[in-house]
């Protein structure tokens, strides 16, 4: 009924920019915050930056100065304006969403898209 898909992800040159959407389709539900996580192999998912759906916001210290997240609530989106880009950076990042969702009685459930590949060449 729920459904996070992610777009926007490619290969870029290191320095330059690339900017990540998400989408909450569905019926049902409101937010309570959205955000992104990123995942390379053998290591564990770490956050991004998360922003919740009065605004307020919560960056990794990664992203700090480089990433911006921003939402869109009558759209049910979620950005994420990479720049400065660094080979680091390279990772599957995962759009989230903590949602209330009226199927389960309104409890805040966690979501997950299926990842977009952000490829950072030097």
């Known amino acids: 009924q729920v459904q996070l898909v992610e777009s926007g992800g490619g290969l870029v040159q290191a320095g330059g920019s690339l900017r990540l959407s998400c989408v909450a389709s569905?019926?049902?539900?409101?937010?309570?915050?959205m955000g992104w996580y990123r995942q390379t192999p053998g290591k564990q998912r770490e956050l991004v930056a998360t922003?919740?759906?009065?605004?307020?916001?919560d960056y990794a210290d990664f992203a700090k100065g480089r990433f911006t997240i921003s939402i869109d609530n009558a759209k049910n989106m979620v950005y994420l304006q990479m720049s400065s880009l660094k080979s680091e950076d390279t990772a599957g990042y995962y759009c989230?969403?903590?949602?209330?969702?009226?199927?389960?009685?309104?409890?805040?459930?966690?979501?997950w898209g299926q990842g977009t590949q952000v490829t950072v060449s030097s």
């Open positions: 922003v919740t759906s009065g605004g307020g916001t």
């Open positions: 989230y969403a903590r949602l209330r969702d009226m199927t389960v009685g309104w409890a805040s459930k966690n979501y």
């Open positions: 569905g019926s049902g539900f409101s937010i309570d915050a």
